[in-house]
């Protein structure tokens, strides 16, 4: 691993470890709504949209299990030039199915809490479709008893960027719920 992404990697982790989601640099709290399915809730930052997930395409059947939220998205074909996050739910899951093998300069990421919940994980870079183009990720999970929440991260998208230790980015992994 280069002293660069040694250095990245750990900037990343002091800035977990020094805040908890809810107040950015300015101190102020992060304010938005709740988004919910009939299995998990979370909350949405203002300036961030959530999308549901549908099977097969079909809007009047929607995946229970998915959340995606996006910074600066406002309508669904903005997630792919947005970056933001997938939520998942995972009932009873014990193991994560993040493999680091389809990923680049992967970092693993010392466990660290937001709200009431520990989360383990990894940072990389995944190749974006068929280009030479690559993305920054975070890829996280944590237990509730027998279930498990994951957070795949999509840290630059399109020019844009979010990080690990935005007030909105810890704001949102504090608030996912079990309903």
């Known amino acids: ?35 919910s399915t009939d299995v998990m809730s979370v909350t949405v930052p203002k300036g961030w949209k959530a ?41 009873n899951q014990s193991k994560t199915s993040f493999g680091k093998t389809y990923y680049e300069d992967v970092v693993d990421l010392e466990p660290f809490t937001t709200g009431d919940l520990r989360w383990e994980g990894f940072t990389g870079k995944m190749q974006i479709g068929y280009s030479d183009k690559r993305s920054d990720i975070a890829a996280l999970w944590t237990s509730v008893g027998n279930d498990m929440f994951q957070a795949f991260i999509w840290l630059e998208l399109d020019g844009k960027k979010i990080a690990l230790d935005d007030a909105d980015v810890k704001a949102i992994l504090a608030s996912i719920a079990k309903k």
Do not use: W
């Open 51 to 91: 999308f549901p997930f549908y099977k097969n395409g079909n809007v009047d059947d929607v995946v229970q299990t998915e959340i995606g939220i996006h910074k600066g998205a406002k309508e669904g074909y903005d997630m792919a030039r947005t970056p933001g996050m997938t939520v998942y739910f995972r009932p």
């Open 1 to 35: 691993m280069s002293k660069l992404n040694v250095v990245v990697a750990s900037l990343i982790v002091i800035g977990l470890m020094t805040g908890c989601g809810g107040s950015g640099s300015g101190g102020g709290k992060v304010s938005g709504e709740a988004y």
